[in-house]
C-alpha cells in the first residue's frame, strides 16, 4: 500500500506540470490580459502603457513568463488579484472555508438521503416505493442544478421568507457566537439541499442495485439456510459488500467539495471559491483563475489517489501492490 501511495505521488508531478502549462497557456490566449487591472485606468497614455507592460513582464516571451510563474508559485507567491488588488493567497484563504462548509453540508446530506433511500429500495425492490424512490431519481438527474436553485431561492426566500437568498452570514453578528454559527447554517441549508439533494440520485441507485445483486449470491443464500435473521444478512453480510462504491466515491467528493459548487454559488451569491472562480474569468482576473485551476486539478488528482486506496481497504480482494 504505501509503495503503491509513493508511487502514485511521484507519478502526480508530471502530471500537474503538464496541467499547469496548459492552463497558462489557455490563460495567454484568452481575448485581453490582465494589465488593465494593473495600471492607473485614467492614464491613457501609450508609452506609459507599453512601459508598464515591459515592468510586468508582459512582453517577455511565453517561456520566460511561464517559468517565472511556476516558481513563484513553488515558493507560495501565487500573484496578485487584478480584480480584489489583494494577493490571491488571501483571497483563496478567506473563501475556502465558506466552500468547504457547503460541500461537507451537501455531503452529508447526500449521504443520508443516499443510505435511507438506496437501503430502502434495496430491501423491497420492485414495490410501489421503490418506483417511487426511481422516480425521484430520475428527476434529480434530469434537473440542472441551476434550474432547482432559481426555484428554491423563489418559493422558500421571496414567497416564504424563510432563508436568506444570499450571503453566508449575517454581517452584525460576532464571529464565533452561537447566533454566528446558527446564521451559518441558516445561510448554507438552502444550497447544501440543491447541490446533496440532486446528487443523491446516483448514489442511490448504486447502493440500490448492489443490494439487489448482493442478496442473490451464495453467502446470501448460505447465511439463510443456517437460520440468520433477515435483518443481520442485510445490516452486515449484504451492506458490506454494497457500500464498497459508495466508500470509493469519497475520494472523488474532495475535487467536488470546491468545484461542484461554482453555479450554485454564483445562484445564491454565496462567497464562496466557485463564486470567485466565475467572476476571475468575467473579469479576467488571470492571477487567481489559474491558481483556482491548479489547486481544483490537484485535489481532483488527490481524489482519485484516495478512492484507489480505499478501495483496497475496503476490498480484501483488491491488492494494490
Known amino acids: 500500500m504505501l509503495k503503491y501511495t509513493i508511487r502514485r505521488i511521484l507519478g502526480m508531478i508530471p502530471m500537474l506540470l503538464l496541467i499547469s502549462f496548459v492552463v497558462f497557456l489557455l490563460a495567454k490566449a484568452m481575448p485581453g490580459d490582465s494589465l488593465s487591472g494593473e495600471i492607473d485606468p485614467n492614464n491613457t497614455d501609450p508609452q506609459y502603457i507599453e512601459e508598464m507592460r515591459e515592468r510586468l513582464g508582459y512582453n517577455d516571451p511565453i517561456p520566460v513568463q511561464y517559468f517565472r510563474w511556476v516558481g513563484g508559485f513553488l515558493e507560495g507567491d501565487f500573484g496578485k488579484s487584478t480584480r480584489y488588488k489583494v494577493p490571491v493567497a488571501d483571497l483563496v484563504a478567506e473563501r475556502l472555508p465558506n466552500t468547504i462548509f457547503l ?20 430491501r423491497k425492490p420492485y414495490t410501489f416505493g421503490d418506483n417511487l424512490i426511481g422516480g425521484l431519481n430520475y428527476l434529480g438527474l434530469a434537473i440542472p442544478s441551476f434550474i432547482a ?3 428554491a431561492i423563489y418559493f422558500f426566500s421571496f414567497n416564504l421568507g424563510w432563508i436568506p437568498y444570499s450571503g453566508s452570514v449575517d454581517p452584525t453578528l460576532q464571529p464565533g457566537t452561537f447566533d454566528y454559527w446558527l446564521s451559518r447554517l441558516h445561510h448554507v441549508i438552502m444550497p447544501a439541499i440543491v447541490l446533496g439533494a440532486l446528487a443523491t440520485a446516483s448514489y442511490t441507485q448504486f447502493l440500490r442495485n448492489d443490494i439487489i445483486e ?23 453480510h449484504i451492506m458490506r459488500n454494497s457500500i464498497i462504491p459508495l466508500i470509493t466515491f469519497l475520494g ?19 462567497p464562496g471559491i466557485g463564486q470567485l472562480f466565475l467572476n476571475s474569468v468575467t473579469n479576467r482576473d488571470y492571477p487567481t483563475l489559474m491558481i483556482i485551476t491548479m489547486m481544483l486539478s490537484a485535489l481532483t488528482l488527490i481524489g482519485n489517489l484516495i478512492a484507489d486506496i480505499l478501495y ?3 476490498d480484501p480482494r483488491i491488492r494494490l501492490d
Open 103 to 122: 460541500g461537507v453540508s451537501s455531503l452529508v446530506i447526500t449521504y443520508i438521503l443516499a443510505f435511507a433511500m438506496g437501503i430502502y429500495a434495496g
Open 149 to 151: 436553485a432559481v426555484f
Open 214 to 236: 448482493n442478496s442473490r449470491k451464495d453467502f446470501v443464500r448460505t447465511a439463510r439456510a443456517k437460520g440468520t435473521p433477515t435483518s443481520k444478512i442485510y445490516n452486515v
Open 252 to 270: 472523488f467528493d474532495i475535487a467536488t467539495l470546491i468545484s461542484g459548487a461554482i453555479i450554485t454559488e454564483t445562484i445564491f451569491t454565496y
Open 312 to 314: 483496497g481497504v475496503v
